[in-house]
Each structure stands twice: as C-alpha cells, then as structure tokens.
C-alpha cells in the first residue's frame, strides 16, 4: 500500500477474523508495523476482554465449568464484553483518528456461536445493541481450511479430553487452547469456517475473504490488496 492509502486508514476500525490459526496475529502485527512506519498510531482491540472489566467477563468464560451453559447466555457475555471494549477502546480511538485494529468481533460471535445452533440474524440483532453503530469499517476474514489451521496450531480436533487441573471452559469459548476445545470434532471447525465464508451475505459492514494460505509475506500482499480495493 502506498504512504497515501495508509494515511486514509486514520479513524478507521479495521478487524482480522478467521478460524485458529488462520494467521490473524500475524497479519495484525505486519499491518500495524507498517501504520507506525507512517506515523500513524494504533490501537489494538482483543476481543473477549480488552478492558479491565471485559477481560473480567472473559476470566468467567475462561476458568469455570460452564458445560450447562445456554448458548444464548454465552452469546450475550460476549456482547457484554464487546459492548465495553467498544465504549472504552474502540471508540475514542476512532475519534482521536488512530487507526484501531481488532482481533475477532462480532464475525467471530456469528461463526462460532452460529456453528452451535445460535441464529446469526439474532447476533446481529443483539450486537446492534450491544455495540450500538460502533460496527468494524472492514473485517477481513483469513481463509484457511480447518485442517490446514489446526496443523498450525498444533490442536487436535476430536481428541480425547484430559483431565485438566482446573475448571474448563467447555463450549464455545474460541480463541483459547483448551482441552475442550481440542475435543471438538473436525466437522464443527469445518462448519464454524463456512459461518466465516457466509458472513459477506448478511454482515451490516464490509466483509472481505482473503486466501490466507501461502507464506506470511504473500497473505500480507492479499491484505493490503484488500484494504487498498476497499477505498476507506
């Protein structure tokens, strides 16, 4: 992307989703180097948690037995959390024009919690009022089979769980290594990745699927290709 093109980023609120070990991190990390080559700040938002009070939200989903929880209620501890992150983070950077870079947001709510039987319209009908019109300018979802991601990870779908130390968080909770996680059957990844590619269908905000195979450095040419096309 030419010196230009990142300068239109300034109050922009760009997300990078996509199944474990689509290669988000990296491509956060490539972007935001080069934001701050040009002098242009940012903000990192992490999403569940991000904020004092959000990360509280997120140590429940994290280390307690949660296995008879309601997919609805899970649902709307994300939003819970999301809500704050949006108030505390999100927006004031986005006024002060620091160019705010998320990892997962309420794509990640649709695609996992979708996967799990929870309507995607009732995501987004409850992320409306969760986040109010606090909604990404571009979520870019990296494109990477399940089982491409998972070798990267080095998790195992379907595997027996262990008996762990500590409660676990049996469920829905993606973005953390558990056992429970590692227990899930390929066939749930394999949905959860289709949820990512339908969200161009009905997402209220632009959606762009990237190839995200391939080396780091060809991911980042497809990324700021992306960006680049989408004219923010």
């Not at 990142?6 to 934001?35: C, H, M, P, S, T």
Request: charged share 30%.
């Amino acid at each position: 992307m030419s010196g230009e093109a990142l300068d239109r980023l300034r109050g922009k609120y760009i997300v990078f989703d996509g199944i474990d070990g689509a290669g988000k991190g990296a491509q956060l990390n490539l972007l935001e180097a080069a934001l701050n080559e040009r002098g242009i700040e940012v903000v990192r938002a992490r999403d569940p948690g991000g904020t004092t009070i959000g990360d509280r939200i997120r140590h429940v989903l994290l280390d307690y037995d949660l296995s008879e929880m309601d997919v609805r209620c899970e649902t709307m501890l994300f939003m819970a959390s999301r809500a704050q992150l949006a108030r505390e983070v999100i927006e004031p950077a986005l006024k002060a024009k620091k160019v705010c870079l998320g990892d997962r947001y309420v794509s990640a709510t649709c695609a996992y919690q979708g996967a799990a039987g929870f309507d995607p319209d009732r995501v987004i009908e409850l992320a409306r009022f969760a986040i109010d019109g606090t909604w990404p300018d571009l979520t870019l979802i990296l494109d990477v089979p399940p089982h491409k991601g998972h070798e990267r990870t080095g998790k195992k779908p379907g595997a027996k769980k262990q008996e762990a130390t500590g409660s676990r968080h049996p469920t829905l909770f993606h973005d953390v290594h558990t056992d429970a996680m590692e227990a899930r059957p390929m066939s749930f990844h394999e949905k959860v990745h289709q949820m990512f590619l339908d969200l161009p269908k009905y997402y209220p905000r632009p959606v762009v699927i990237v190839d995200g195979m391939g080396t780091v450095d060809e991911v980042q040419t497809r990324v700021m290709k992306a960006i680049a096309d989408a004219a923010l």
